[in-house]
């Protein structure tokens, strides 16, 4: 099982990016999906989190902003981030509870991350 974060890039403050994590591999089911991000010098936060029934939490920083969405049939979560600020500037990971058809129970996987800059 892997799961793989892309999108991110260089945008300039106020532009909008979409961020996308695809999970693959020999999976039976995944559970709640979360977007964190780690900027430089600062411990990892989570962002956006959304579970299987589609409800959803942000982090205070970025609601209004971000929109988390999921497509429990492509196995694919998605961020939509708009109107962005250089403080949302950081490597953003993704992560999901996810059984495999090998295991009974849930294990907690991580993408690689993938870097989100905002210049002013």
């Known amino acids: 099982v892997q799961l793989q974060a892309f999108g991110g890039g260089l945008v300039q403050a106020g532009g909008s990016l979409r961020l996308s994590c695809a999970a693959s591999?020999?999976?039976?089911?995944?559970?709640?999906m979360r977007w964190y991000r780690q900027a430089p010098g600062k411990q990892r936060e989570l962002v956006a989190a959304?579970?299987?029934?589609?409800?959803?939490n942000y982090a205070d920083s970025v609601k209004g902003r971000f929109t988390i969405s999921r497509d429990n049939a492509k196995n694919t979560m998605y961020l939509q981030m708009n109107s962005l600020e250089p403080e949302d500037t950081a490597v953003y990971y993704c992560?999901?509870?996810?059984?495999?058809?090998?295991?009974?129970?849930?294990?907690?996987?991580w993408g690689r991350g993938t870097l989100v800059t905002v210049s002013s």
């Open positions: 992560n999901a509870e996810i059984r495999s058809r090998e295991r009974w129970v849930f294990s907690d996987y």
């Open positions: 591999g020999s999976i039976r089911d995944i559970n709640a």
């Open positions: 959304i579970t299987t029934g589609m409800l959803s």
